[in-house]
Structures are given as C-alpha cells and as structure tokens.
C-alpha cells in the first residue's frame, strides 16, 4: 500500500495541510510538540480506526474549532485506487467514506490500509505489562485475519457482559442467573482468540529471530513464547478454559468480574533464555521492541500479499549510528515509511528519492528528494 497524499483540517495543532509523499522514505523532522506525532496520528487513524494515543478521537480537533476533517489517497501494490475521508464534529460521531461510499461505522475502513506503528512508548511492548503484548499480537492478527477480528470483538462483547452480570449479582448478593451460558459464550471465542494469536505468534517468532540477528550481530538469540493463564501445558483450550472457570467461580462471585479467559494471556520474550522484561537492559528492550514491529510489518506483507505502510516516530533515538543503519536498510524500499524525529542528522545517509519535511507549529514544508546528505 501506498499513500500518495493527505489533506487535514483542524487535526490536533495542524489548521491546514495538503501533502504528497515519496513511495519509499518520508522523514518529519521538528522540535518537540510541533505537530510531527500529530501526523503520524492522523495516517494511522485511517488503518486502525482509531487513534493510538487516545480512546477519544473529539480530542483530537484542534482547540477552539468544532471539527476535523481527513482525506487520505492512497493505493494498493494491486493498483486499486481509494479516496478515504474522516470528519468529526465536536459532540458528534465520527463519519467516514471510502470512494464516496459512505460507511456505517468506522471500524470498517479496518484492513484497506494495513499499517505498523512504532512510538518511543513502544519500549513497553518488552518491559511492559502483558496487555502492551496481547495488544501486539492482536492488532497484527486483526490486520490479516477477518475472522479472528471477529472472534475478538465478540469475546469482548461476551466479557463485558459476564463482567456486568457478575457485578450486579454481587452488588445485590444473589446469585448470577445464566451464567452458564455466558460461559460457553466465552469458552468459545476465548478457544477462537488463543489459536489465532498462536498461530500468528508462531510465523512472528521465526521473522523476529531473523531480524534481530541482522540488525544485533552478537549471538544472541531472541525467543518468543506464547503463555496461556489457564492451559499451560497446551491439552486442550476448551477443556482448560471450562475448568479454570469452575475452579475460580467462587472468587468471581466474592469480586464481580470474570478472572479466566485470554485477556489474562502474556507472551515471554527471551535474550538467550534470559527473560528480557525482568533483566534486559532499556537498550536490548528497545531494539527487541523495534524488531518485533519489523517482523509484524513482515508478516503482514507475507500473509497479505500487500505491503504495510510503516509509522515510525522517532525510532532512531538512543540507538548507535550502526544499529540505526541496519534497521532503517531493513525498510529499505520494501516499504513506505515515514519516520520522525527532532533532527535531521538523525537520518543519516538517506536513500535516494526520499522526501523530507519540516513541521513548525503545524506548518508543514518539504523539501525536495534526497539525494545529497552532506551536512544533515
């Protein structure tokens, strides 16, 4: 997928801008808090559907207006030409269209553009706790999978409404009625949601390995295990789910939520069979943060068919200069990329026909290919 231009309106500080882009390497550059986030923000909101910095999109129309408007142009490796628009209205909904169509609901533009996102808060993804890890494996796998996007979105469904049910039994001390079925509701797609994400794991896993010894030629080896809460040993998910349920019912009546299920889920990521989130330095979880968006970006492409279009806000922070290069010639043309950061020397020996812009206040100015890097 390519994204050939965008225009916005109103977007955090952003008034106004319409922008072109180079099929390979866009560069942002600017001092903080001059709108280089607020872009990647407003690309992004085109693939997932949402923004990745707030559950509440109103906040992202610029203050003292009453609304904002998107329009992004892009087109797939297959040639397919899109015309994709999104406005809010302050205390409105959000409305979208794709090609004039109007859409029901936004979550429908969800897989014309498949994305990979990398923000400096993406270090968490290693160090961090398990939902940063179920959310990793769960946007990739949504990306590529109809039907595990649907899965997910009814075992969320289905968990809200165990969790209300619980609750209310406990605040009026009775017990909860058809509990029973709302269990096998979430045996179900619970079961559904594990093998996808193992599934998907399992094809990361391979790609991450690869990429980390390409861009970390030191030997170690990088590992990624999927650990279920409630089947350790792998017997069967169903069965395991239906007897963990069982065994913390009690627990659940005293608490008034649901205490089984994947939303429990983690996943390990080990250096050397050393637990990277209890002992790797920021540095080693940095790079293996970096990695595994790289192999999500690859994975997509591979089960896809369709190159992702790859966000990366200010990656090359506190990395060496060699470890900066062999990431960056890891996206090489495989990719569109646009890439952020507080400096233009922080981009090196860019590749020929990229596009660099300097964002101020929300003002955008490109520059023209980059094609001489002396002095940057």
């Known amino acids: 997928m390519i994204i050939l231009g965008l225009d916005v309106v109103n977007f955090r500080n952003i008034k106004k801008a319409s922008l072109a882009f180079s099929e390979t390497f866009n560069f942002i550059s600017g001092r903080n808090a001059q709108g280089k986030t607020n872009l990647l923000e407003a690309i992004h909101l085109f693939s997932l559907g949402r923004s990745f910095r707030t559950r509440h999109t109103e906040e992202a129309v610029t203050f003292g207006e009453d609304y904002f408007f998107l329009r992004l142009m892009c087109r797939s490796d297959a040639g397919i030409d899109f015309r994709i628009e999104i406005g809010l209205e302050r205390g409105g909904r959000v409305k979208a269209s794709v090609n004039g169509k109007k859409l029901s609901s936004l979550s429908e533009i969800i897989g014309i553009i498949p994305s990979v996102i990398f923000t400096p808060q993406d270090v968490m993804l290693a160090a961090g706790p398990p939902a940063n890890r179920r959310m990793y494996i769960d946007y990739t796998t949504a990306q590529i999978s109809p039907a595990f996007l649907s899965n997910l979105k009814e075992y969320r469904k289905v968990l809200r409404q165990r969790n209300s049910l619980l609750r209310n039994a406990v605040e009026e001390r009775r017990e909860p009625e058809g509990l029973e079925a709302w269990d096998e509701m979430l045996i179900e797609k619970g079961e559904a949601v594990v093998a996808g994400r193992g599934e998907m794991l399992s094809e990361i896993t391979s790609r991450a390995g690869q990429l980390y010894r390409e861009i970390v030629p030191s030997g170690e080896t990088l590992e990624i295990v999927y650990l279920c809460s409630f089947d350790p040993v792998g017997g069967g998910t169903a069965g395991a789910l239906r007897e963990e349920l069982g065994r913390v019912r009690d627990t659940e009546m005293k608490r008034g939520y649901t205490l089984a299920g994947p939303h429990f889920d983690d996943i390990v990521i080990s250096l050397d069979a050393t637990e990277l989130r209890k002992y790797g330095s920021q540095g080693r979880k940095r790079l293996t943060a970096i990695v595994l968006k790289l192999a999500q970006a690859a994975t997509i492409m591979e089960r896809r068919g369709e190159r992702p279009v790859v966000l990366l806000d200010d990656i090359f922070s506190e990395l060496d200069g060699e470890t900066s290069r062999r990431a960056r010639d890891l996206l090489s043309d495989r990719y569109q990329s646009f890439i952020t950061s507080p400096r233009i020397g922080r981009f090196g020996d860019a590749l020929e026909g990229a ?22």
């Not at 596009?355 to 940057?376: C, K, L, P």
């Open 355 to 376: 596009f660099f812009f300097v964002v101020e206040s929300g003002s955008f100015t490109r520059g023209g290919a980059m094609t001489d890097q002396s002095g940057a």
